[in-house]
């Protein structure tokens, strides 16, 4: 099986992706939402592209151009352009419902006037008609959210490796087009799967190269 993690802007990354050639998107854009972690001791920088979603509309049409016909995909996205999201993604592909990934532990923000923010969205999408592996569980998914030692907006790689396995078989290609932590990567050889990783930061490519290196093939799933 072979992973990629390739330092290189998606849009650019994406035109040497076959066409009908991906089974399954697994990836965490920008939400459009300008993101800046908080994060105490070590603090990331600003999240790159994240002040619009000027890019979303042909983003689409490219997933489109490279999924096969049975593909499905998995999108994380906030509450705050969520129908934006929802839009321009319905044009192409059937929105089959919307996860929720529960983190377990809540974040910050306003600590007063507020209440603790405690999960975000998955729009779950499909390009035909195929079936999920495994039983019927339901839509609320949850799993600790890291440390985000390796990323602002780090993805725990047993929920992405859960989502892998519901959605594909071994030797299937995954695509993802905002690597960060490359959790896509890691979890994708876990599972024995294929993956393509675009990420535009060197630095997040070069940490997620050495934790994929690291990285044994490890069959486990997740209790939701």
């Excluded at 854009?29 to 993101?35: F, K, R, S, T």
């Excluded at 592209?49 to 593909?71: I, Q, S, T, Y």
């Amino acid at each position: 099986m072979a992973q990629k993690i390739l330092n290189i802007d998606w849009n650019i990354g994406i035109k040497s992706v076959a066409n009908n050639s991906v089974d399954l998107v697994l990836t965490d854009p920008p939400y459009g939402i300008d993101y800046r972690s908080n994060k105490r001791g070590k603090r990331h920088k600003r999240m790159p592209n994240d002040n619009n979603l000027d890019w979303l509309n042909h983003w689409v049409k490219e997933l489109k151009r490279v999924c096969k016909d049975e593909a499905h995909l998995y999108i994380f996205c906030s509450w705050h352009n969520v129908e934006v999201f929802k839009f321009f993604i319905g044009k192409e592909f059937r929105i089959k419902n919307i996860l929720i990934w529960e983190k377990e532990n809540h974040g910050t923000g306003d600590l007063k006037g507020d209440y603790a923010p405690k999960y975000e969205m998955i729009i779950f999408c499909s390009n035909g008609s195929k079936k999920l592996n495994g039983k019927r569980d339901c839509n609320i998914l949850k799993s600790a959210k890291t440390k985000n030692n390796n990323h602002p907006t780090e993805k725990p790689v047993n929920l992405i490796s859960y989502l892998i396995e519901k959605s594909t078989d071994l030797g299937d290609l995954v695509l993802d087009t905002f690597g960060g932590s490359c959790s896509t990567a890691i979890a994708s050889k876990q599972t024995g799967r294929n993956c393509i990783v675009f990420e535009i930061e060197a630095n997040y490519c070069k940490i997620g190269i050495k934790n994929l290196a690291s990285t044994s093939k490890r069959l486990f799933r997740m209790n939701n």
